[in-house]
């Protein structure tokens, strides 16, 4: 027993010293600007952007030689892009479906889905008489008012909740994406999970037919800073955005789950992304794992109501060329360590649980071996 002992000690010190060679390797190579230079393409979701794009400034100082660009686009386009080829990395709030993923699997040997942000929806409004003052939403007002029942910002079932706020006699006008968007399929997912009558009148995805639409109360904005435009552009008007772009709008404070009246911020999606642990086979399925049910409205006190985590989207190794399969091995390791550091984290966001770090560093340097 203890020779055995002893073997697996070896074992894992060898593999240890593997790596950590390996990244010194590639450090001094690409560091030093020794290999040729590497560009890597993504496209995908909005949520992610303001994230990916710090985490793309922060590594490239240290890989100079190591070029990353990331189109953004939405959730629909990034997985478009992806099963076509076009892009080395799909960025997407929500994974692929069955039917996609067994297609990605014939095309690319495997495919691996992992998290690697989370982050908050925030409900946004543009309601000059409110100031300063942060309103309040329970979560059966929010409904009624997508639906259509509640028409006026001065409807008693909002005064009521903001007595020290005169709410003007105007009409509610909804700001929502009008592409195919991972943070739609989340917000309704949400709307979903709170309402049976939402649920089954409406339902969820990354589009869908809004009901305030079709009484001339919606309009539709491209992408997270479309949505978050077109409100700061229209008085009056709500809609819904990751919690990066919804600077200088006021931010409802939404009921949670047990009953407090909470904004987004890093503490209060770290308190719904930590009750979310989950085992998972990034290879698999991940749409039949519902990691996002385990992150929305759920009853910890603190947690805000609309979280989520949002997914890289890679090949298997043997689909890159060997300098993109080694960039983009070095590339999440850094994510998946410095990069969930709170420096190193952009305004908005929140860094993932341990579990998703873990399978993100493994997949990584999966990436990288021969």
Partial sequence: MRATSSMWKVLLFTVVLAVAALSLYLLLSWGSGAKQPVLLTGSGATFPQEQVNKWVIAFSRKYPGIKIEYAGGGSGKGLSDFLQGVVDFACSDVPLKTDDWERAKSLYGKVYQLPWVAGGIAIIYNVPEAGNVTLRLTQNVLVDILLGRIEHWDDPRIADLNPSVKLPHAKIIFVHRSDASGTTYVFTRFLSKIS???????????????????IGRGIGAQGNPGVAQTVRNTPYSLGYVELAYARGLGVFALENAVGEFVTPSLESVLRAVESASVSFDPSGDVSSVDILDKTLNVRVSGAYPIVSVSYVIVKFRDAYPPEKAEALSLFLKWVFTEGQERVNIAEGYAPIGKVFRDVGIAVAESLAKP
């Avoid at 939402?198 to 305030?212: C, E, K, N, Y």
């Fill in 196 to 214: 049976a009558e939402w649920r089954d009148r409406i339902g969820s995805g990354l589009t869908v037919q809004w009901p305030l639409d079709r």
